[in-house]
C-alpha cells in the first residue's frame, strides 16, 4: 500500500506558475504510474497529467498540453506538476494518484491510491 501527501497549492494570479509535489510512502514508488487529477466547484473529476512507471510517456489533457509538465524522481518517491501559464479555468483541488500496474492512465477508475488534494486558485 502507499500514502500519499501533495503539496504546493496556493493562490496565483492568471498567467502565474506554481509547482505541485505529491510525495509516496513505502518503497515501491517507482513501480506505480502516477496521475494528477483536478476538481473544480460544481464539476466531476477530471484527469490532467500522468505518467508511467518509468517516466517514458507523459500524457496530458488537451486543456494542459503546452502549459503543465508532469514529472518524478523515483529516488524522492516523489512526483511533480509544473502548471505555467495558469488561467482562472484552472482552479480546482489538484489529486495525485498512483497505479499498481505502471501504465500512468488517463481514467481515474485505473488507479488505485489517492491522496487527500491540494487547492489551486488562479484570480483573473
Known amino acids: 500500500q502507499v500514502q500519499l501527501g501533495e503539496s504546493g497549492g496556493g493562490l496565483v494570479q492568471a498567467g502565474g506558475s506554481l509547482r505541485l509535489s505529491c510525495a509516496a510512502s513505502?518503497?515501491?514508488?517507482?513501480?506505480?504510474?502516477m496521475g494528477w487529477f483536478r476538481q473544480a466547484p460544481g464539476k466531476g473529476l477530471e484527469f490532467v497529467a500522468a505518467?508511467?512507471?518509468?517516466?517514458?510517456?507523459?500524457r496530458y489533457d488537451a486543456s494542459v498540453k503546452g502549459r503543465f509538465t508532469i514529472s518524478r524522481d523515483n529516488a524522492k518517491n516523489t512526483v511533480y506538476l509544473q502548471m505555467n501559464s495558469l488561467k482562472p479555468e484552472d482552479t480546482a483541488v489538484y489529486y495525485c494518484?498512483?497505479?499498481?500496474?505502471?501504465?500512468?492512465?488517463?481514467?481515474?477508475?485505473?488507479?488505485?491510491?489517492w491522496g487527500q488534494g491540494t487547492q489551486v486558485t488562479v484570480s483573473s
Open positions: 505518467i508511467t512507471r518509468s517516466a517514458s510517456d507523459t
Open positions: 513505502g518503497r515501491t514508488f517507482s513501480s506505480y504510474g
Open positions: 494518484a498512483a497505479d499498481r500496474r505502471g501504465r500512468g492512465a488517463r481514467g481515474p477508475s485505473e488507479y488505485d491510491y
